[in-house]
Nanobody, 122 residues
Framework: QVQLVESGGGLRRVGETLRLSCTAS????????VAWFRQAPGKRREFVAG????????LYADSVKGRITISRDNDQNTVYLEMTNLKPEDTAVYSC???????????????WGQGTQVTVSA
């Protein structure tokens, strides 16, 4: 089973771009589907984007569609989440979830990273 580490979070201003990384250790990462979730203070965790094991299928939440791109580099055991035109409502802890499955993770199973904080200031 893989272990996940997120990185790339931090403090940004409205309108800026940010790229988060979810890097896996362990074998067979290329067999895992991966999703990014976020949780803002006082709110429930929400799905942001997901990607299939090969990268050929991607899924985005309606709330972020058009501003976020998920991609992966299986040679580097990493899944990326690029966020453009950042808004204050993007402020949250972003976590990745990986599952050895044919389906995009729903967050109910699989492996989680520890999360990375993204704060967007006006």
């Amino acid at each position: 089973q893989v272990q996940l580490v997120e990185s790339g979070g931090g403090l940004r201003r409205v309108g800026e771009t940010l790229r988060l990384s979810c890097t896996a250790s362990g074998r067979w990462f290329s067999l895992y589907t991966v999703a990014w979730f976020r949780q803002a203070p006082g709110k429930r965790r929400e799905f942001v984007a997901g990607i299939s094991d090969s990268g050929g299928r991607r899924l985005y939440a309606d709330s972020v569609k058009g501003r976020i791109t998920i991609s992966r580099d299986n040679d580097q055991n990493t899944v990326y989440l690029e966020m453009t035109n950042l808004k204050p409502e993007d402020t949250a802890v972003y976590s990745c979830n990986a599952e050895m499955s044919a389906h995009i993770p729903t967050g109910l199973r699989g492996v989680w990273g520890q999360g990375t904080q993204v704060t967007v200031s006006a």
